[in-house]
Nanobody
Framework: QVQLVESGGGLVQPGGSLRLSCAAS????????MGWYRQAQGKQRELVAVITSGGQTNYADSVKGRFTISRDNAKNTVYLQMNSLKPEDTGVYYC?????????????WGKGTLVTVSS
């Protein structure tokens, strides 16, 4: 079983910054990738950014150059630094962790943290 604890959401003005973090805990697994998805009201959940255990990253086109994903493998923690925030970045941000073991591979999701970009 994997537990995820997210933090860092809140209200910020356009052009501002926020940093999200997500810590994974548990035992009996290895982490393949960690990432962030978001869901705006009335829209489907979409990928924001993901980082593999080897450090490869992938970003949604809409956040490239503004958001940076990073991870601390020793702490099983992933971070999302969000700069130059826009109103369209508003939504619930969900942490995703893909874990694997000898005979399984599974996705775990955090409960979500709300990011509101508004003046």
């Amino acid at each position: 079983q994997v537990q995820l604890v997210e933090s860092g959401g809140g209200l910020v003005q356009p052009g501002g910054s926020l940093r999200l973090s997500c810590a994974a805990s548990g035992s009996g697994f290895s982490i393949r990738s960690m990432g962030w998805y978001r869901q705006a009201q009335g829209k489907q959940r979409e990928l924001v950014a993901v980082i593999t255990s080897g450090g490869q990253t992938n970003y949604a086109d809409s956040v490239k150059g503004r958001f940076t994903i990073s991870r601390d493998n020793a702490k099983n923690t992933v971070y999302l630094q969000m700069n130059s925030l826009k109103p369209e970045d508003t939504g619930v941000y969900y942490c995703n962790v893909r874990v694997y073991g000898m005979l399984f591979e599974m996705d775990y999701w955090g409960k979500g943290t709300l990011v509101t970009v508004s003046s």
